[in-house]
């Protein structure tokens, strides 16, 4: 009998840690971080960017360089409801030359983000910037997207990857304790080289990014002597 007891009480015990465990498992299911806060949303709120460009156009001989420096501010100005049904955002986009200069609207674009991604509209091009949950080493095609043909070709094949998660990042007086860095392509031959890399704050969003798309037919020139494409470079100096 006392066998048979003990094999009983000895049997509910490996039941009850069972159960247990089981219930452990949901629950750190449900406490996943999908960390959306890299990706704040918020009518009203904006940032402020310093921003660089340097654009190169073989129509000329020698190719002709333009460069520009200027101050971009995003406002989001408003939500509504996109086609799909989603919450989207409206993001005007201002411009000035310098601190004493007023700002003038440029563009505008849009965001959205839903429980599986955020994407960012410029004009007809659709990126899917970040997905969730994000986890470093998570990996998926950010232009898939966008009809990557015609002068819009570079934008194909690019396969984005977290590189870093949750870790502090400074820019200027702009002191950042938790950052995501997303590596969006990076791929270089002899005659044409693609390199762009975004970083998020948490509960901020975009603060630093840099691209460039970059175009040779002379072999022996280096990459400091371009002939078509473009560097670009956007800074984060305010937000609010």
């Not at 791929?187 to 975009?206: F, H, P, Q, T, W």
Request: aromatic share 14%.
């Amino acid at each position: 009998m006392k066998t048979r007891t003990l094999r009983f009480t000895s049997f509910l015990f490996l039941f009850s840690a069972m159960i247990f465990i089981s219930s452990c498992n949901k629950d750190e299911l449900y406490l996943v971080d999908f960390k959306y806060e890299y990706f704040p949303l918020q009518v009203g709120s904006w940032i402020e960017y310093e921003v660089d460009s340097i654009t190169y156009d073989n129509n000329f001989d020698p190719p002709a360089v333009d460069t520009a420096n200027f101050i971009l501010k995003e406002l989001i100005e408003s939500a509504f409801i996109d086609a799909g049904g989603n919450t989207a955002y409206r993001i005007e986009r201002y411009r000035k030359e310098s601190d004493s200069a007023d700002y003038v609207l440029m563009n505008v674009i849009y965001q959205s983000v839903n429980d599986k991604e955020a994407d960012r509209v410029e004009g007809s091009l659709r990126y899917t910037k970040l997905v969730f949950p994000l986890l470093e080493g998570t990996t998926w095609n950010g232009n898939a997207k966008i009809d990557a043909t015609g002068e819009q070709a570079y934008l194909a094949g690019w396969e984005y990857e977290v590189t870093s998660i949750d870790v502090p990042m400074t820019f200027g007086s702009q002191v950042f304790d938790s950052t995501v860095t997303v590596l969006q392509i990076e791929d270089e031959n002899l005659i044409e080289k693609k390199y762009s890399e975004e970083s998020y704050a948490k509960g901020v969003g975009l603060i630093f990014k840099e691209t460039m798309h970059l175009e040779k037919q002379n072999v022996l020139n280096g990459w400091d002597k371009p002939e078509e494409g473009f560097i670009l470079r956007m800074t984060i100096i305010a937000h609010g």
